[in-house]
């Protein structure tokens, strides 16, 4: 550009997340729906949406989840979709009762359930093809790092995939390669008011504790670069897992059969298995026909009997019972106690 332009140049942050959700748009037919909290990275969403789509010829509404946790928050919701009609989008506020925390997953895990039922809700009513959501490569890194400390699996350390689909919905996440510090440099370039969500510094959450404490001290200790080294570690996962779930599509109707109350699975199919692969096999049956999830402990015992097997009896798990009966691996409804 000429020195003597006086156009203003465009900032970089929002450039990037425009060229972002520019790149999602491209692969919608329909309407999307921008999940908006009226944080910075869901404002920066919101507004590259609202510049972007009009250009594809896509149809962009926003919709703003109040969950009702904080004193004003229907006031907080009512400015989010203040802020998303000035900027061009079409926006309402839905509110949701969260149910009282339930297992390991605490409020958090309560807050994002109803989030999400809200959100799948609100794209249906909407006739959405698309909910577009607001993470970013920290929030990547983060539960990733989140995943490591638990134990998890591959599945899990693939973390959030940045298109998938859900009940008939597409869940794309543009910005998993955007950074949390653009999305702010970008709200404060085209002057968006950013609310702060209290809970982002309430320690009482694991996010805020590994966002505040840890992260930190990875990135001080091992040098920067540490959350995009998770972001990818996450990008690889996804990869390894599609791999498995379609060599488990490829195998499993060739080695399962109808049991009575259940379903059997071939021991000598399963033990020509690599374990990897087995013990995944295990796991996709037991969700498929009991829907419970399976830990790693359980799954090595049932794998057990098909390696170590010496005459032991049944193994009792969640919703079934699993049992050798020759060359068969049993795996039948357990009845209610």
């Known amino acids: 550009m000429d020195a003597t332009d006086p156009r203003p140049s465009l900032d970089p942050a929002t450039a990037e997340i425009r060229r972002a959700v520019r790149a999602a748009l491209a692969t919608v037919d329909g309407t999307v729906l921008v999940g908006l909290s009226g944080g910075a990275d869901s404002l920066a969403l919101a507004a590259a949406v609202a510049f972007e789509a009009p250009k594809a010829g896509v149809a962009a509404r926003a919709v703003v989840i109040d969950h009702g946790l904080q004193e004003g928050s229907d006031q907080v919701a009512a400015r989010a979709v203040a ?85 008939g919905i597409r869940i794309i996440r543009p910005l998993l390669e955007v950074r949390r510090t653009q999305t702010r440099a970008a709200c404060a370039a085209q002057g968006l008011p950013v609310w702060e969500d209290p809970h982002n510094l309430d320690r009482r959450f694991l996010r805020v504790r590994v966002r505040q404490d840890v992260m930190p001290v990875l990135e001080a200790e091992l040098g920067p670069g540490v959350a995009e080294a998770l972001a990818r570690t996450s990008d690889q996962l996804r990869e390894d897992a599609a791999a498995f779930a379609e060599m488990i599509d490829e195998t499993i109707e060739d080695i399962v059969e109808h049991a009575e109350a259940g379903i059997a699975v071939s021991v000598p199919a399963l033990a020509a298995n690599p374990p990897a692969l087995r013990h995944r096999i295990i796991r996709h049956v037991v969700a498929s026909e009991f829907g419970v999830s399976l830990t790693r402990a359980q799954t090595l015992e049932v794998a057990r009997l098909v390696t170590d097997w010496r005459g032991q009896g049944p193994i009792d798990l969640p919703a079934c019972r699993a049992q050798r009966e020759g060359a068969r691996l049993v795996f039948a409804g357990r009845m209610p106690e």
């Open 83 to 167: 802020t998303a009609q000035q900027l061009g989008l079409e926006a309402r506020a839905v509110r949701v009762e969260v149910a009282p925390p339930t297992g390991n997953g605490g409020p958090e895990a309560s807050a994002r359930d109803a989030r999400r039922s809200a959100l799948l809700a609100a794209a249906r009513d909407a006739g959405a093809e698309a909910v577009l959501l607001a993470h970013t490569l920290d929030d990547q890194a983060e539960t990733v790092l989140i995943g490591l400390a638990r134990g998890s699996g591959a599945a899990s350390l693939g973390a959030m995939s940045p298109d998938r689909v859900e009940e």
